[in-house]
T-cell receptor
Framework: DAGVIQSPRHEVTEMGQEVTLRCKPI?????LFWYRQTMMRGLELLIY????????DSGMPEDRFSAKMPNASFSTLKIQPSEPRDSAVYFC???????????FGNGTRLTVT | SQQGEEDPQALSIQEGENATMNCSYK?????LQWYRQNSGRGLVHLIL?????REKHSGRLRVTLDTSKKSSSLLITASRAADTASYFC???????????FGTGTSLTVIP
């Protein structure tokens, strides 16, 4: 089991550019979560999917953020246009069922200059 | 918004000592989980305790839950340098499928 795989590990981009973060969940897991971690705000839940369907995106900060899950093995989080305040570590996590332990990827560290 | 708050924010102990971290939360829960995060890595699940349980053990970890006080504690016994990490509690809300994390306790174990 390779675990949750995120790419890229690091992303540095200029303000105004589009950023796409990628996630491959653990095979067979029905739930996928996107979190953002900053020193100021800690870990924030952005959005989660169940069986590829977005269930709750109330944590998505602005319309500049969008997430998709076209199939059970792939999800993207897109920021367009990016801003310096989007700088953070973005984590993807998956779980087998609702209410079961989360398995996290190692995150994508995003820096927007 | 964050559901939980850990206390203390930072803890430094000598190897071999016990470490206790506390978590308080705001609303009713189905279960509570504890996670560890090493620097530069993702969170790793440690233990899950359900709302109808009061205590749970896993190796050197002991978790208690007091739903009347909306609080939980994580005890790490006989700490090791490798236990140095940040520890987070996570609680579920609403349907139970979403987990919200606390602010974390940064633990340093000095060899």
């Amino acid at each position: 089991d390779a675990g949750v795989i995120q790419s890229p590990r690091h992303e540095v981009t200029e303000m105004g550019q589009e950023v796409t973060l990628r996630c491959k969940p653990i095979s067979g897991h029905d739930y996928l979560f996107w979190y953002r971690q900053t020193m100021m705000r800690g870990l924030e839940l952005l959005i989660y999917f169940n069986n590829n369907v977005p269930i709750d995106d109330s944590g998505m900060p602005e319309d500049r953020f969008s997430a998709k899950m076209p199939n059970a093995s792939f999800s993207t989080l897109k920021i367009q246009p990016s801003e310096p305040r989007d700088s953070a570590v973005y984590f993807c996590a998956s779980s087998a069922q609702g209410n079961s332990p989360l398995h996290f990827g190692n995150g994508t560290r995003l820096t927007v200059t | 918004s964050q559901q939980g708050e850990e206390d203390p924010q930072a803890l430094s102990i000598q190897e071999g000592e016990n470490a206790t971290m506390n978590c308080s939360y705001k609303t009713s829960i189905n279960n509570l989980q504890w996670y560890r995060q090493n620097s530069g890595r993702g969170l790793v699940h440690l233990i899950l305790i359900r709302s109808n349980e009061r205590e749970k053990h896993s190796g050197r970890l002991r978790v208690t839950l007091d739903t009347s006080k909306k609080s939980s504690s994580l005890l790490i016994t006989a700490s090791r340098a490798a236990d140095t990490a940040s520890y987070f509690c996570a609680t579920d809300v609403n349907t139970g499928n979403q987990f919200y994390f606390g602010t974390g306790t940064s633990l340093t174990v000095i060899p």
